[in-house]
């Protein structure tokens, strides 16, 4: 099955984690929320499928560009 690599579009800090490894999600569906210039960012998932690895954890500071996770569609 193809993986879709998502990459964080903007720097920051993680706030929250929504998804674990093995949870079942739709395209749409928030991975995780990451604040940046003191606004919260929803992360939305780009593709339906089964999260395979988180990369990111709360309170984790970020730059653009870096995984957050990869998802098995």
């Known amino acids: 099955m193809p993986l879709e690599i998502m990459e964080v579009p903007l720097a920051g800090k993680v706030l929250e984690v929504n998804v674990n490894p093995g949870d079942k999600i739709a395209e749409g569906s928030q991975v995780c929320t990451i604040e940046s210039m003191k606004m919260e960012n929803p992360i939305l998932a780009p593709v339906s499928g089964v ?3 988180i990369k990111v ?10 995984t957050i996770a990869v998802i098995e569609y």
Not at 57 to 66: D, F, L, R
């Open 57 to 66: 954890s709360p309170g984790q500071v970020i730059k653009a560009g870096e």
């Open 51 to 53: 999260v395979k690895e």
